[in-house]
């Protein structure tokens, strides 16, 4: 569990009485589904490369523009 790995990295001790209660969280979370997206047209597009195309290429997101 990767959650264990950032407790030993940390130096925290108690992982062994929070894993239980991780684990019951977990399983009561059921399957996870992705999210369905509709295409999204040129038009809208467009409209948010002019919108937020600064802050995409700021963060190195300009291919999102294409």
């Known amino acids: 569990m ?4 950032v407790y030993e990295c940390l130096g925290l001790s108690g992982f062994a009485d929070v894993r239980p209660k991780l684990e019951a969280y977990i399983e009561g979370l059921g399957t996870f589904a992705k999210n ?3 295409p999204v047209s040129n ?3 467009q409209l948010i490369g ?4 600064p802050s995409f290429r700021e963060f190195g997101y300009d291919t999102l523009l294409d």
Request: aromatic share 8%; no cysteine.
């Open 2 to 5: 990767k959650l264990q790995r």
């Open 50 to 53: 002019r919108r937020w195309g």
């Open 36 to 38: 369905a997206h509709r």
């Open 43 to 45: 038009d809208m597009k």
